[in-house]
């Protein structure tokens, strides 16, 4: 074997999956029917609520869900605007134009790569229904400045923080300081479900709207049977899935040191090059879900030929997110200069739980060797 091919190849994220995770599922597949059909996803939900801090939780079988079924029970429908940054992935949008609304993307701060509330602020007209707080990557949106925005123009912050679990904002869970928040485990997750979501809130009358929505439109204590008050969704998590989501919020506090600890190691390994990864502001915690580098305009770099050379040494590079308004069925948005700016000198690093330091180490050297031009 030569040694290109005796390397093992670098995911750039990889579930953790243990015993605990396959006893949980396989007792939900052998006994979660029937009478017991529930109690798994009561149980993710109850220890959901308790890891946040928050009063109210349903369990979905996507984030994309939560937020369409969120958004919806905040009354957004035909006609009307929802703000968020430009560059996101387009789970954060679809919602949106799902209910009829537009997505009006603004730009998003250098440092954070989340939404400038100056920008917010700017594009807030008497059509616009919600603030779109998405924390990228495990980077946390201003949310004093947006809630106090949202506030002023009574208009409500929604957090899309399905990559931030693990990130705190002043001793707050992300998630859980807008209306509501919607969280995803995917497998490509800090933590998972297969596929899968979450929508919290601590609101008592959104919870109840949302909780009927997300019942086919049948109200909580409606008698009748099969009787549905309107139109609903159905996202729901499915009994098994709820099992593997027990057991990794068993494991939530190790999933997310672990995620901080391959951060750290990347940032000190990666300190002395021109490049600028996640911050983490004073007061806060970042669950850096995905390592990113976003490297200095002032120097020379071919991010096509970084990704080539992660692929040839058997890595998985991920590209920043494009900005939204470059994408086909969006309009440009030529004023977002920062989010045109640098998602091309952006890449995301591999990160899971079982990543090695050698593995890192390997990760860590093609980056230098490429920055460094001698590759
Ligand atoms: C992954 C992700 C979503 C979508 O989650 P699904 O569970 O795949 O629907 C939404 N928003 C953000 C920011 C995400 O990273």
């Excluded at 605990?20 to 109850?46: K, M, P, Q």
């Excluded at 029970?73 to 996101?88: F, P, S, T």
């Excluded at 779109?132 to 899309?160: F, Q, S, T, W």
């Excluded at 506090?253 to 004073?282: C, H, S, T, W």
Aim: hydrophobic share 40%; aromatic share 10%; glycine share 8%.
């Amino acid at each position: 074997m030569n040694d290109q091919a005796s390397k093992s190849r670098i995911y750039y994220t990889k579930p953790s999956i243990t015993d605990l995770e396959v006893g949980y599922a396989t007792d939900a597949a052998r006994h979660g029917w029937g009478e017991h059909c529930y109690d798994y996803i009561l149980r993710f939900e109850s220890l959901f609520r308790e890891h946040l801090g928050i009063k109210h939780a349903i369990a979905t079988s996507s984030a994309t869900g939560a937020l369409h079924l969120g958004m919806a029970a905040l009354g957004i429908g035909a006609g009307d605007e929802v703000i968020l940054g430009d560059i996101n992935w387009i789970a954060s949008a679809a919602p949106i134009t799902y209910l009829g609304a537009t997505p009006v993307l603004v730009d998003v701060l250098a440092d954070s790569w989340c939404l400038d509330p100056t920008a917010v602020e700017a594009a807030i007209t008497p059509r616009t229904k919600a603030i779109l707080a998405v924390h990228l990557y495990g980077n946390l949106c201003d949310l004093d400045a947006l809630l106090e925005i949202g506030k002023r123009h009574g208009i409500p912050v929604i957090e899309d923080a399905a990559e931030a679990i693990g990130s705190i904002w002043h001793g707050r869970r992300a998630g859980t300081l807008g209306a509501f928040g919607a969280f995803s485990f995917h497998g490509t997750k800090t933590m998972t479900t297969g596929e899968g979501g979450i929508f919290v809130t601590g609101d008592e009358t959104l919870y109840a709207r949302a909780l009927t929505l997300s019942n086919h439109g049948r109200a909580r204590g409606e008698t009748r049977q099969f009787w549905p008050e309107t139109i609903g969704f159905k996202y729901k998590m499915s009994n098994l899935q709820a099992a593997i989501g027990c057991a990794q919020l068993e494991r939530i506090e190790a999933l997310i040191e672990r995620k901080r600890q391959v951060f750290e190691y990347y940032r000190n390994a990666l300190g002395d090059l021109p490049l600028r990864m996640n911050p983490e502001p004073e007061d806060t915690a970042n669950g850096y879900w995905m390592p990113t580098v976003v490297v200095d305009r002032t120097v020379p770099f071919d991010r096509e030929k970084l990704l080539a050379e992660f692929k040839a040494e058997q890595i998985d590079g991920r590209v920043f997110f494009w900005p939204l308004s470059t994408l086909p069925m969006f309009a440009r948005c030529p004023q977002n200069v920062v989010s045109l700016d640098i998602y091309a000198r952006s890449v995301n690093l591999p990160s899971y739980h079982d990543l090695t330091r050698a593995e890192q180490d390997r990760v860590i050297a093609c980056l230098r060797r490429v920055l460094s031009g001698t590759s």
